[in-house]
Nanobody
Framework: QVQLVESGGGFVQAGGSLRLACAASGRTFSRYAMGWFRQAPEKEREFVAALSSSGGGTYYAESVKGRFTISRDNAKNTVYLQMNSLNPEDTAVYYC???????????????WGQGTQVTVSS
């Protein structure tokens, strides 16, 4: 079992940057593909980015491609989401998730963090 804790959310002006981190417990972190999802008020949870267990393969939603970067440090049991050129449409609660395959579908992730709020002002 994996426990995930996100951090790094906050309030930022449009055009700014934030770096989210997701710390995982357990010794099997390196076996899991990792993903980031987000949920804005009154909207469905949506895929943001995913990363293979080795860190060699990434996958992004079109809405964040070129602005966000997902990475991982298996030695620190941590996955990151660097978010640049933020805009108000990026405002949401951001969740990290662990699963067996790199995927854009939430159903492929068995473990989820509690989320961290990101608010972007115009």
């Amino acid at each position: 079992q994996v426990q995930l804790v996100e951090s790094g959310g906050g309030f930022v002006q449009a055009g700014g940057s934030l770096r989210l981190a997701c710390a995982a417990s357990g010794r099997t972190f390196s076996r899991y593909a990792m993903g980031w999802f987000r949920q804005a008020p009154e909207k469905e949870r949506e895929f943001v980015a995913a990363l293979s267990s080795s860190g060699g393969g990434t996958y992004y939603a079109e809405s964040v491609k070129g602005r966000f970067t997902i990475s991982r440090d298996n030695a620190k049991n941590t996955v990151y989401l660097q978010m640049n050129s933020l805009n108000p449409e990026d405002t949401a609660v951001y969740y990290c998730a662990a699963g067996t395959i790199r995927s854009g579908s939430a159903r492929n992730y068995a473990y989820w963090g509690q989320g961290t709020q990101v608010t972007v002002s115009s």
